[in-house]
């Protein structure tokens, strides 16, 4: 069996290998708490697990895409997932946490593959707004992972614990390797089958970068994703902490949020061929806008419900849905010839910002709850107004 482009195996294999992220990301939120009480640490420390993993990411993301450029996509693709399944079983018999940060940096560095990959891949077949569609129907199918991971995650952790969670994973990781190893054709069109050197990736890179339709589409990117991480950095905490959750429970609430990522994907790939993706991400960034100050609004209001979190982040969440595919596709536009580069480096900025961003608000957790509507709300107008401050810009595309 071989994918071929246009094809639904090939839209659902990309989406799967792309899934990698939200599948480490929050399938083991609702251990978090669990893990803090097992290793008799702060609830900042266990969340430093997850910062050490975006951080993985920024650090995997900068190789990856001029390596597959270069090497092939194949190659690349297969040896991160190869540590991304070794890196998991670490993670899964760590004895302390310091042990358990380290192998979820190592895990981050596998999983960078997949996510950069898929996305060049993309580049490789299809441009513009076909680009934008695709990328839209991968995020209708990845954004299950998000909304069921953190109920997955919660019954694994009620009835197997926190470690069972990465063996999962690495049992889907080596699953998924086999199926591309036999299945993926190579997609890349220049590739030269050499190491391109540091020297070369930087300049990749400083090529990319000075394209002002690039930095534009990025910086949309950046901005909405910090408020997805804002979410994800803060809410086991607050649902769990504030509003009293179980882990299951907090599985559903958070699913539902993430259910929000995928009606706006799927809302995406079938509005992106009629308004283009600049028209796409107006609907999202505005939606984020619009979900930030009702998250502020409703806890302001001190209401003693969890859904006054969980509302506005699936408002949020759908708005991301929007704005990622077509800001995604956007990026790329501009340098069709280093689809990896370009992939790479918008992951690097977007998930470097994110990681930093909802760590500070992880932080701010010990003295407020309001981090998480804040941390939407700063989110939701910083897209907004990249996205309506640069038009003049993304019209030369």
Do not use: N
Request: proline content about 5%; hydrophobic content about 55%; aromatic content about 10%.
């Amino acid at each position: 069996m071989q994918l071929r482009a246009g094809t639904l195996a090939l839209t659902a294999t990309l989406a799967f290998l792309t899934s990698l992220l939200p599948l480490s990301t929050d399938m083991y939120l609702p251990s978090l708490p669990a893990i803090a009480r097992a290793f008799e640490v702060a609830p900042a420390d266990a969340q430093a697990t997850l910062s050490m993993f975006l951080l993985g990411m920024v650090g995997g993301q900068v190789f990856y895409g001029p390596l597959s450029d270069s090497l092939g996509r194949r190659p690349a693709l297969l040896a991160g997932m190869v540590l991304f399944t070794v890196a998991s079983l670490l993670c899964a018999f760590s004895q302390s946490i310091g042990l358990l940060i380290a192998a979820r940096f190592l895990q981050a560095l596998g999983a960078a593959a997949p996510v950069v990959i898929g996305r060049a891949i993309v580049r490789d077949l299809y441009d513009g707004s076909q680009a934008g569609r695709e990328l839209s129907r991968m995020g209708a199918f990845m954004g299950l992972i998000p909304a069921l991971g953190p109920m997955l995650g919660g019954v694994t952790q009620q009835y197997l614990g926190w470690r069972a969670i990465f063996i999962i994973a690495a049992v889907l990781s080596t699953a998924l390797g086999l199926f591309v190893w036999r299945a993926l054709p190579e997609t890349s069109r220049i590739g030269v089958k050499v190491w391109p050197g540091f020297g070369s990736i930087l300049r990749e890179y400083g090529i990319v970068l000075r394209s002002p339709v690039y930095r534009a589409y990025v910086g949309i990117l950046v901005a909405s994703h910090a408020g997805l991480f804002a979410f994800i950095s803060t809410a086991t905490f607050i649902l769990q902490g504030r509003y009293g959750l179980t882990p299951v429970q907090f599985g559903l609430g958070f699913g539902t949020a993430g259910f929000g990522y995928v009606a706006g994907a799927f809302t995406a790939q079938r509005i992106v061929t009629k308004l283009g993706l600049d028209g796409t991400i107006r609907l999202g960034v505005l939606a984020q806008l619009a979900a930030g100050a009702a998250a502020l609004t409703l806890m302001l209001a001190q209401f003693g419900s969890s859904l006054t979190v969980i509302l506005p982040a699936a408002l949020f969440t759908f708005g991301h849905g929007l704005v990622q595919p077509q800001t995604q596709a956007g990026s790329a536009l501009p340098h069709p010839d280093r689809a990896g580069a370009a992939a790479s480096l918008a992951g690097i900025f977007q998930l470097g910002f994110a990681s930093l961003y909802g760590f500070i608000l992880a932080s701010g957790l010990s003295y407020t709850p309001l981090v998480l509507p804040c941390g939407l709300a700063l989110a939701g107008i910083a897209s907004t107004t990249i996205f309506f401050a640069t038009r003049s810009i993304r019209a030369r595309k």
